[in-house]
């Protein structure tokens, strides 16, 4: 933990200052808003909003002083957090945030901490996440996007996919192989790729439901100072292990960078009616068997909600590890599945067709239910019974022979 | 396995005490060597032990204090709960559900003295308690009930038969509801009045005794009525809600330790060469299993303080919890036995008495169908 300087705020000063800063300078959240919005109008007000915070001295509650923040501890951070609730976060920072600078904060080199971290503080810069790629999500070691040393520049050739935001970010923080020949945990280094730079072309990846939240990215040749490198070359497995860890304990604690509003803090049992209201105009109420339904969806969602209350709490007191989220995710993929069944079930035609703009959209709630994104189920699974339940792990062909001796996926997508 | 769970996740000193007295209790006194002996015991269960139970407050979480109990209000509910955890976690026999839920029903809804008579000896054990609700070919909605209450000159007659009595045999008192004419009506019964009878029925919990009880002319005095007469509707609901707490907690703790002994076993069982828990096929089962149990324990963690603390919620909370609790505890546990392949249908080995107690708790106190049926009617009947 940072040291706290001797000139530390109390609590309720800091309270106090936060309070009154969100108050004249951030707008309140709007009921029904997106978490996030990735267009034009959603990013840039996601960077007014992080420069205000900047401006009135509440952001970077735990970063060092010497890189811009506050160096206070992690009580600080709470009373940001819950003083932040009712306002609109800059939450298109969250990968920032969450992710990159903790992991920047343990492995990067004074210089680079210096030249990065201030611009996230202040609001200057979006990141994001070149990780996953289309040969290979799961098997991230396995990754195909090679960075070689030529002079003074690294120059970075692949594909990265699964990016969030990718489209509006200014940084990356991208995981590349520098060395095929050794076995493939060790031949990784982790890289900062500026989004500018000539032979990065962005797609927006359209999923089947139509959302356009995530990318695809090309590197072609891509430039990028020799110094770039976050942690030692070959030593990226390290530092994508910390930025994984970050992740998760991100996604326990909450990813927003705010905590959750007081007025949903412990509502109880709460109850979705969209299905009891489907099933009052379609004459279905008193049927037993969609009455069943109905109740079996409110069992889903809301024992949900209570084991990601209990699942977080736990992770924060310390009685499960970080990968505890695994069975947040897994679970969130599951009860997604029933339940998209469920509202075929009670809708029937509705869910094949409905008025544009009209009606639940049944047919895309169950089209979508899959437990893939952030990690699939499989990988959740792996991760449940190998570090929660102790199982053995699988034996794998690839732990200890050369990467460039491995079978491999080639690029999808590229010609 | 990962280290066990609990209803809460960080105990108290007072809970933590509670777990460990009752933990030590079980293990030295009632191992599943022993609970395999009183499989064929006629009692069914330890009556020293039993009153040991007395000794740790196994019975007293539900009653106030001035009637030698642990709180007041039903405010050790989550307490009753962490105890029930670690007898399911034994498959361990005697009424501690029906008696706690007869002491919490005297202790709510008694006169003084019905509370002055009975909640004393039943927290330290003396008086086994159990609640006879149930009827043949009935649901367990307070509608179905048919066990007649008639009014004669100094008090009452009952008439009718209950089923699923938890150790009637061995109890010394019988909380009846039935029906007069007003509407649902409770009385306590001594186990000797005269018009009593009890047929012991087969149960697929070897560990667990239920009976069928028929009442024929039964008189009591108009002082054993418990609360207004045909007004009992509300303390049936409270009963219920009591139940099917410390029933998911049982549960839970069964569930939990039939997965710990399935996941132990697939890491020391080889085929082909590796330990079967190695193979994704095997392992990534035992890891949804470990998911929906983390659910069960959270589910019952939010009902417990619910029930215990009269939140608006309580209703609904519960049913969603047995639903839950109900549907994945038995599903969890079929699979245990298929983990297991051979070995687990053999009857020396102990998984199916985990599977039995689970089975048996599914549908009572109210199916998980019946449950999740009526959380709409639970939910409209709010609105």
């Known amino acids: 933990m940072a040291a706290v300087s001797t000139d530390a705020p109390t609590l309720e000063a800091f309270r106090l200052k936060v309070r009154s800063w969100l108050v004249d300078h951030v707008p309140l959240k709007v009921p029904g808003e997106p978490f996030l919005q990735w267009d034009d109008e959603g990013a840039a007000r996601s960077k007014r909003i992080q420069r205000t915070l900047w401006e009135g001295g509440i952001t970077g509650v735990t970063v060092p ?123 990784l280094t982790m890289f900062v790729v500026p989004m500018d730079s000539p032979g990065i072309t962005v797609v927006p990846l359209r999923l089947t439901d139509g959302s356009q939240d995530f990318c695809q990215e090309y590197i072609d040749d891509v430039s990028i100072p020799a110094d770039f490198v976050v942690g030692n070359v070959n030593d990226g497995w390290r530092v994508a292990t910390t930025l994984m860890v970050n992740e998760r304990t991100a996604v326990g604690r909450g990813w927003s960078l705010a905590a959750r509003h007081a007025e949903n803090a412990d509502q109880g049992v709460a109850f979705d009616d969209g299905l009891l209201e489907l099933a009052r105009r379609s004459g279905q109420e008193g049927d037993p068997h969609v009455r069943a339904l109905i109740g079996e969806s409110w069992v889903l969602t809301t024992v949900q909600q209570q084991t ?82 102790g199982l053995p792990r699988d034996p794998s062909n690839d732990r200890d022979l050369p990467f460039s001796q491995l079978r491999k996926n080639t690029t999808p997508g590229r010609s | 396995m990962d280290s066990r769970l609990t209803v809460e996740l960080a105990l108290t000193e007072t809970q933590q005490l509670i777990q460990a007295t009752t933990r030590k209790l079980l293990e030295e006194r009632c191992p599943i060597t022993r609970v395999r002996e009183l499989i064929d015991d006629p009692v069914g269960f330890d009556p020293g032990l039993w009153s040991q139970g007395g000794d740790l407050g196994w019975y007293a979480m539900l009653v106030p204090e001035e009637y030698g109990g642990a709180g007041a209000d039903s405010s050790g509910l989550v307490e009753a709960a962490i105890i029930s955890e ?64 008639t009014a004669v000159d100094s008090g009452y007659v009952l008439n009718g038969t209950k089923t699923c009595v938890q150790d009637a045999a061995s109890a010394d008192l019988f909380l009846v509801t039935g029906r007069a004419l007003d509407g649902p009506t409770q009385f306590l019964v001594p186990a000797t009045a005269l018009g009593v009878s009890i047929e012991p029925l087969e149960c697929v919990d070897l560990a667990r005794r239920l009976f069928e009880v028929r009442f024929t002319d039964v008189r009591v005095d108009a002082a054993a009525a418990l609360g207004p007469v045909g007004q009992a509707e509300e303390a049936i609901e409270r009963q219920r809600q009591i139940a099917l707490v410390l029933q998911c907690a049982e549960t839970n703790g069964a569930t939990e330790q039939g997965l710990a002994i399935t996941v132990q076993y697939s890491k020391d069982r080889v085929a082909f060469g590796r330990p079967i828990g190695s193979y994704q096929a095997l392992k990534h089962r035992m890891a949804e299993h470990r998911m929906w149990l983390e659910a069960s324990f959270a589910t019952t963690s939010h009902a417990s303080h619910s029930v215990q603390g009269r939140h608006l919620d309580a209703p609904a909370a519960v049913r969603i919890a047995k639903a839950h609790v109900g549907k994945w505890s038995t599903a969890i546990l079929h699979d245990c036995v298929q983990l297991h392949g051979g070995i687990g249908m053999t009857w020396e080995y102990d998984l199916h008495l985990y599977f039995r107690r689970t089975i048996g708790n599914e549908v009572l106190y109210g199916s998980p169908y019946e449950l999740t049926k009526s959380l709409v009617d639970v939910v409209e009947g709010a609105a």
């Open chain 1, 308 to 389: 990601v209350q209990r699942v977080t709490a736990a992770m924060r007191q310390g009685e499960l590890p970080g990968y505890g989220a695994a069975l947040l995710k897994a679970m969130s993929g599951a009860t997604g599945r029933r339940i998209g069944e469920i509202g075929m079930e009670v809708a029937g035609y509705r869910a094949a067709a409905w008025k544009p703009g009209d009606g639940r959209r049944w047919g895309i709630g169950r089209l979508s239910s899959h437990g893939i994104g952030g990690g699939t189920t499989e990988m959740q699974l792996n991760a449940i019974a190998e570090r929660l339940l």
């Open chain 2, 86 to 149: 670690e007898l399911g976690r034994m498959v361990h026999p005697g009424p501690f559900q029906a008696t706690n839920v007869v002491a919490a029903a005297v202790a709510e809804f008694g006169s003084d003295d019905q509370r002055q008579e009975f909640l004393p000896s039943i927290a330290t054990g003396q008086t086994v308690a159990t609640w006879a609700y149930l009827e043949p070919d009935h649901d367990w909605s307070p509608g179905g009930l048919s066990v007649s209450v």
């Open chain 1, 65 to 187: 002083v010497e890189y811009g923040g506050l160096g206070l501890d992690s009580r600080y951070e709470v009373v940001f957090r819950e003083e932040a609730a009712p306002y609109r976060m800059p939450e298109e920072f969250g990968n920032a945030f969450n992710v990159v600078l903790p992991t920047m904060l343990a492995h990067a080199d004074e210089e680079l901490k210096k030249r990065f971290i201030p611009h996230i503080l202040n609001g200057d810069h979006i990141w994001c996440q070149f990780l996953s790629e289309p040969s290979g999500g799961s098997d991230l070691a396995g990754l195909l996007t090679r960075a070689e040393r030529d002079g003074d520049i690294w120059r970075l050739n692949g594909a990265k996919i699964w990016t969030t935001g990718g489209n509006y970010s200014d940084y990356a923080i991208c995981l590349a192989r520098t060395d095929p020949e050794v076995p493939k945990h060790a031949g």
